[in-house]
């Protein structure tokens, strides 16, 4: 029976991921974020207590990869287009240039196949995963309900959008190693940019909330450059 516990997890994350397409296309894009935030908890705690009971399996990896690109892949290019939607149309162009939100899902659909079939990706990532590019995603419509018209105006910006979705999605599969979060012991010696990022990242958002997510993945690709570089 305790083989089953973590892909009912992984279920809870596509649910997760589904209700938030279901908030995006209401335009209700403060409820689609959180559905990526409660989407994110399910994925880390299914390989967690996968771990914990050592009860890995074949299916889980599969299906832990098809629930991430709906939570992780369609649910942030729904918010992004809706984003499109809202900023200024710019005539004709934005009829094609809108559904460049997509870009994100399509990605992020072979940012996980690549994780998949990649040896490489056992104590570290090759490129942002799934997760990280969501949370900034979900930060966004967070940003313009909190700080209001300053960053909105960025924000609410076609050209901005486009450049963003194109952006993620190289960052999606640049090949480029990058931190994990899956600690194998907790020495200070081994984990000490990890326990930095988690520093950081939980004193900016008590400072500065959603507004922080942006400067928190700045951070984790520089300590990243800086752990596989140096």
């Not at 990890?194 to 958002?205: G, P, T, V």
Request: glycine content about 4%; aromatic content about 16%; charged content about 10%.
């Amino acid at each position: 029976m305790k083989k089953h516990i973590p892909n009912a997890i992984t279920c809870f994350n596509l649910f997760s991921g589904c209700v938030g397409i279901a908030f995006a296309f209401n335009n209700n894009l403060i409820y689609a974020g959180y559905a990526i935030i409660i989407a994110a908890l399910f994925d880390f705690a299914d390989g967690l207590i996968a771990r914990a009971l050592s009860v890995y399996s074949i299916l889980g990896k599969e299906l832990d990869s098809l629930a991430d690109v709906i939570s992780f892949g369609l649910l942030p290019s729904v918010i992004v287009y809706q984003l499109f939607l809202a900023a200024p149309q710019l005539g004709e162009l934005s009829i094609y240039l809108n559904y460049s939100a997509f870009m994100i899902t399509i990605f992020s659909a072979l940012r996980l196949a690549k994780f998949n079939i990649d040896a490489r990706q056992t104590d570290h990532f090759i490129g942002l995963p799934t997760p990280a590019n969501a949370l900034l995603v979900a930060s966004l419509p967070m940003i313009i309900s909190e700080a209001g018209s300053f960053w909105s105006s960025y924000i609410l910006n076609p050209y901005f959008l486009f450049i963003f979705s194109i952006g993620m999605g190289f960052l999606l599969v640049m090949e480029v190693p990058l931190i994990s979060l899956k600690f194998k012991s907790f020495a200070l010696n081994e984990n000490i940019l990890r326990y930095i990022l988690l520093f950081s990242a939980a004193l900016l958002i008590v400072l500065f909330k959603f507004v922080a997510v942006p400067f928190i993945i700045f951070i984790y690709i520089v300590l990243s450059v800086i752990q596989f570089k140096f």
